[in-house]
């Protein structure tokens, strides 16, 4: 189980990945008590998160490639990171 935003920011994306599913089966399961399941609930949520912000991330660079009058790329334009 990874503990805290600091443990989290830390994986890869993969890494968030593989946990989050990981997460999902043992709640699709049924096989944590409940407090077990909030707290697995709470991991995925952040694990989700950062998942989302690395894509998004992902996104923005993908969208700042600068294509020239033919349609082929012609250069990169500056993005800001939030």
Known sequence: MVKGENGIAELSFEEALKRLEEIVQQLERGDASLDDSIKLFGEGDRLRRQCEARLEAAQ??????????DGKPSGMRPFDEQ
């Open 60 to 69: 923005a660079k993908i969208e700042a490639i600068q294509f020239g009058p």
